[in-house]
């Protein structure tokens, strides 16, 4: 860790100690320090890969997450080849 994420999770813990995972979550969202979009460009590619870990073709499970998260197909495919290169899961 850095010396800047060092001082925020102190400062973090300090403000918000007792916070479980969730609010914690929601509490970093809140403030801007997650990004929703990158949130779910990880929980796409999450989806896709388990789904091929489990032996469905890979463009199956793309045309599954389209119909689990009611998105296009052009979405999925973004998530999945335009973020390959950002170190999302």
Not at 15 to 20: I, P, Q, S, T
Request: aromatic content about 14%; charged content about 25%.
């Amino acid at each position: 860790m850095t010396t800047y994420e060092k001082e925020f999770l102190s400062v973090f813990e300090s403000k918000y100690g007792d916070a479980d995972l969730r609010k914690t979550f929601e509490l970093l969202v809140s403030m801007g320090l997650i990004e929703p979009t990158m949130c779910k460009v990880a929980v796409i590619r999450h989806f896709v890969n388990t789904q091929v870990a489990d032996g469905v073709g890979k463009l199956d499970a793309m045309w599954n997450a389209t119909e689990h998260f009611a998105c296009t197909y052009e979405y999925v495919r973004r998530c999945m080849y335009y973020y390959r290169d950002m170190n999302i899961v």
